[in-house]
């Protein structure tokens, strides 16, 4: 790991719960995590103190997780409680959500009760678009709006289906379901497709395997208060086999 001291220059873009700011190096960004909790769109909005250093830490490691599986991430080091030194990509505007169990959206658009096992993992696409309210899209309109091409599409799928199994597997061991996670993807300099943003509480849905406890964002969906949420956010923390002072 490099000692040298990473230099924050210029704010490159806020987004609704990230900060990313340009380094000393033109290929590398630094990635400062905010407190901010949103839902519906950003309708809904709060800020929960300290927030931002459990998802550094969570995404951390799960990021070093997955590059120690040989999955390729925007993950370099982490650099302080709140900051990270990742690749600079150029981000597809578009989220890619994998299922294990029926939830959220999926319950409402198929009718379905929550819970649900789904068998067959299932892969969304939505089209990130704050005026059109981030809509559910498949690959034809992906393609068809010049974001991404086929054969991208085709790499990025099995790239998700091998974070799924790794994900499943270790979150399992620590008595956690994997329910439904949010992926963002870009591509580096060199053109290779990598796992970028970031995967928390904030990004996924987590059941506590024995209790079905929401381990995530659905106690702040669900109208909880801050404390509930953040010690939530810290029972993942503590199951992921980290401790805060990392
Ligand atoms: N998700 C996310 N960011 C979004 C939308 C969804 O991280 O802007 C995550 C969400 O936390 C869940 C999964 O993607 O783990 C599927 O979310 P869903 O489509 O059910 O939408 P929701 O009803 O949660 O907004």
Not at 43 to 51: A, E
Not at 200 to 226: A, H, I, N, V, Y
Request: net charge positive; hydrophobic share 35%.
């Amino acid at each position: 790991m490099s000692l040298k001291k990473t230099i924050k220059k210029n704010i490159l873009l806020e987004g609704k719960t990230k900060k990313v700011y340009s380094s000393e190096n033109p290929f590398e960004v630094i990635i400062h995590y905010k407190d901010d909790i949103t839902s519906l769109n950003g309708l809904k909005r709060n800020v929960i103190p300290d927030k931002g250093i459990l998802n550094n830490e969570i995404t951390t490691f799960i990021f070093n997780l997955l590059n120690n599986s040989g999955i390729k991430t925007h993950f370099i080091r982490k650099i302080n409680n709140r900051e990270q030194l990742c690749h600079k990509v150029n981000i597809y505007p578009l989220e890619f959500v994998v299922r294990n169990i029926v939830s959220g959206s999926l319950s409402k658009r198929l009718g379905m009760k929550e819970g649900m096992r789904i068998s067959n993992p299932i892969f969304e696409i939505f089209y990130k678009n704050d005026n059109l309210k981030d809509p559910l899209i498949n690959d034809h309109h992906a393609v068809f709006l010049q974001i991404i091409s086929y054969k991208e599409l085709s790499d990025i799928y099995k790239i998700i289906s091998n974070i799924n199994n790794v994900l499943k597997k270790y979150l399992f061991d620590k008595n956690i379901i994997l329910v439904d996670f949010k992926m963002e993807f870009g591509k580096d300099k060199k053109n290779q497709i990598l796992l970028s943003d970031e995967i928390s509480p904030d990004t996924c849905r987590l059941w506590d395997k024995k209790t079905m406890k929401k381990l995530d964002k659905d106690q702040f969906r669900m109208g909880f208060k801050e404390e509930k949420i953040m010690d939530v956010y810290m029972e993942v923390l503590k199951r992921l086999n980290i401790s805060s002072s990392n």
